[in-house]
């Protein structure tokens, strides 16, 4: 599918990725995966520090990363620890849920113009 266009704004429709979430195996709270997130538990030497590795840890496109911080006692600093969390895409699916628009907020203004353009609903 190629990348489809709001029909108001005419921005590009938003990926559709999916979060993931890495934490240390030692995570008290184990949650499930939903079609918006993924949970992985590892063991603390293998969280990922890169977005090379973020690449290792998906089969999908790594789009963003955010990294936890640490601090550092010796430097009495806090430093960049390992990867909090990832999106990954498959390459091919956009958010579509408001399409032809990339948001709401597109369509209520669409909506407006059309109104103040005299478009009316038919009614009997
Ligand atoms: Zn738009």
Known sequence: ???PLCAYCGKA???????VWCYGDGAKIRQQDSNW???????????????E???????????????????NREADAFERGPVSRFTEWDGATYWTASQPFCKPECALAFA?????????IARP
């Open 53 to 71: 590795d973020c690449r290792r840890l998906s089969n999908q496109q790594v789009l963003s990363v955010k990294y936890s911080s640490e601090y």
């Open 13 to 19: 429709l938003p990926k559709l990725t999916t979060t």
């Open 37 to 51: 997130s993924r949970y992985l538990y590892l063991p603390d030497e293998q969280l990922p520090r890169t977005i």
């Open 112 to 120: 407006r113009l059309a109104h103040r353009a005299g478009m009316k």
């Open 1 to 3: 599918m190629s990348r």
